[in-house]
């Protein structure tokens, strides 16, 4: 088998962030996904984000499971926490990393088949518990892995490659995610980086399960005609809630553009935003409303991506079970065995 290694060494004129990284120190190792996969234009936007966002590499804990999409976590960020799981358990695993550790920065890449078919029912309780992470699906609607099948987020009528179509209704995990209670769900397209990293980065900075659902073409089993997981269909029937960008806290910048408006604000750092208001009826805290576009825009054959739904202030599972500030693998003997008599006390009250 033949490895391929990046070069350690960086070009001296690379520019760092705040905490001294180039964008090179978030990448991992050379991809093994075939060339021209959406997948790695999903790992560069995660890698483009952490950087932007000045994140210590070592704060972060990624896990996956099984597929060409729980590969992925190897390609980025290659100092962090890294745990590939069995295949559509990663949520379970993550649960228990979050709960035993709450300073880290958790990272669930996941794909289709990972988390709408094996793991449907892991996906589900950690979007209905708030799991303080952000959970990622690099949904093609096939199984790469095996010779491309239909996953369950095939379209029905979408074809094979071989023109069969597919008879089998879909899930939508970001619908399903938003009837679940999830407090922070979004749509992208591997194809769409500039709307795909302002995704990330507004996911990474919330408190709460968040969740985005990311249309990733496979070149191989499923980018022909016919298919609407492909990148030429998602373009063509793409249909984008807001143009977003993702502003780090710092003096408040405000303005009221008109719809179909665009205005140029300057941001701290000296960056240039351009704010345009595309739908003057789209409210991204409106849980039903963005429920109700996805599922109608689906019944068009269109793609609603950008950010669906939000919740500020938004609870985790920590705040829920009123867990020790202090990380839970941190805790001594005297606090995680706190002796006999307040054992009877708790076993009392559940009399």
């Not at 060409?68 to 390609?75: G, H, W």
């Not at 979004?186 to 990330?200: E, H, T, W, Y």
């Not at 039903?288 to 576009?293: E, I, M, V």
């Amino acid at each position: 088998m033949t490895y391929i290694a990046k070069p350690r060494l960086h070009h001296p004129t690379l520019a760092t962030n705040k905490v001294g990284y180039t964008r090179r120190d978030y990448e991992g190792r050379v991809s093994t996904l075939c060339a021209g996969c959406g997948h790695d234009s999903i790992s560069a936007a995660i890698v483009q984000a952490c950087w932007q966002l000045d994140i210590e590499p070592h704060r972060v804990a990624k896990l996956s499971g099984i597929g060409c999409s729980s590969k992925t976590p190897d390609y980025f960020l290659g100092a962090s926490h890294g745990f590939n799981t069995v295949h559509g358990r990663m949520p379970s695993v993550l649960t228990g990393a979050n709960l035993a550790n709450r300073e880290l920065l958790y990272l669930g890449v996941s794909g289709d088949g990972d988390s709408a078919s094996i793991g449907l029912g892991q996906f589900v309780h950690a979007m209905r518990r708030g799991v303080n992470m952000v959970y990622i699906v690099e949904n093609n609607g096939v199984y790469g892995l095996t010779k491309g099948q239909f996953s369950a987020t095939a379209d029905r009528g979408s074809k094979s490659k071989k023109g069969v179509a597919n008879a089998d209704n879909p899930i939508d995990l970001a619908a399903l995610a938003l009837q679940l209670g999830a407090t922070y769900v979004a749509r992208g397209f591997s194809g769409d980086k500039a709307q795909l990293v302002p995704l990330i980065e507004g996911a990474i900075h919330h408190q709460g399960a968040a969740f985005i659902d990311v249309v990733s073409p496979c070149v191989a089993f499923n980018n022909h005609a016919g298919s609407t997981k492909s990148y030429d269909y998602v373009r063509e029937h793409n249909h984008a809630v807001a143009r977003i960008d993702f502003i780090d806290l710092a003096k408040e910048v405000s303005a009221s553009p008109a719809p179909g408006e665009s205005i140029d604000l300057t941001q701290a750092d000296g960056s240039v935003m351009r704010l345009r208001k595309l739908r003057a009826d789209f409210d991204p805290t409106d849980r039903l409303a963005a429920l109700a576009l996805a599922h109608g825009l689906a019944a068009k054959g269109e793609v609603a991506t950008g950010l669906l739904y939000v919740e500020s202030g938004a609870a985790d599972l920590h705040a829920a079970l009123n867990t020790s500030d202090v990380p839970l693998n941190r805790l001594g003997d005297a606090e995680l065995c706190p002796g006999g008599a307040a054992l009877a006390k708790i076993n009392a009250g559940l009399r």
